[in-house]
C-alpha cells in the first residue's frame, strides 16, 4: 500500500488534520470517529453509546482504568463489542465506553487498525487496507469535521484559560 500526491488532488493543502472519517457501526452510520494510531484501545463516548439505542445492561464490567496522555485514570462505564464495517470489511470491535465529553463519537486505535491490516495517513487523508479477497480499499477523511472538531475542542480550551497555538 502506498500513498502519492495523486491522494493530495481532493484534499486542501496545507493542512495539519486530524484522520476524522465515518464508518457503521452496528446498524448506524457514526460520523467523527478519529483515527488515532497512538490509541492502545478502542474509545466509544457514552452519549454515541446511548444514541445506538444501547443500554447499560448490554455493557461487560471494565476491570481496570484507561490512562490518558496527562497519566489521569477515566473509569470507563464498561465495554461492549459491537460490529465495525468498512467498506466490505466488518470486525467485531471491542470499545470501552466512556462518560466524558468529547467533540468525536469513537476513536479507534492500534488494535482496530491492525485487525484492519489499515494503514492510515494523516497527511493524505486516508486509510487503506486489504479486504478479504486482497483488493485494496479505502476510507477518506473528512476535512471539514476533523476542523469543526479541532475548533470545539480549541474554543472550549480558550474559554478555560489554555493557551492556544497560533498558526
Not at 465506553?97 to 494503514?119: C, D, E, F, Q
Request: aromatic content about 10%.
Amino acid at each position: 500500500m502506498s500513498f502519492s500526491d495523486k491522494d493530495l488532488e481532493r484534499i486542501y493543502c496545507p493542512h495539519n488534520d486530524a484522520l476524522v472519517i465515518t464508518l457503521r457501526i452496528k446498524d448506524y452510520d457514526i460520523k467523527r470517529i478519529l483515527i488515532d494510531q497512538g490509541s492502545s484501545c478502542e474509545i466509544m463516548y457514552y452519549e454515541t453509546f446511548k444514541q445506538l439505542k444501547l443500554k447499560d445492561k448490554d455493557l461487560a464490567p471494565a476491570v481496570s482504568p484507561l490512562i490518558g496522555f496527562n497519566s489521569m485514570p477515566e473509569w470507563p462505564v464498561g465495554k461492549i463489542i459491537l460490529p465495525a464495517s468498512a467498506g466490505y470489511m466488518t470486525k467485531q470491535v471491542e470499545f470501552w465506553v466512556l462518560k466524558v465529553p468529547s467533540t468525536y463519537n469513537i476513536i479507534l486505535g492500534r488494535t482496530w487498525l491492525h485487525a484492519m491490516r489499515a494503514v492510515a495517513s494523516t497527511y493524505h487523508q486516508v486509510m487503506r487496507f486489504p479486504n478479504e479477497a486482497g483488493v485494496i480499499e479505502e476510507v477518506y477523511g473528512d476535512q471539514i469535521k476533523s476542523k469543526q472538531c479541532f475548533v470545539i475542542v480549541n474554543g472550549s480550551r480558550a474559554a478555560k484559560g489554555f493557551v492556544q497555538m497560533v498558526e
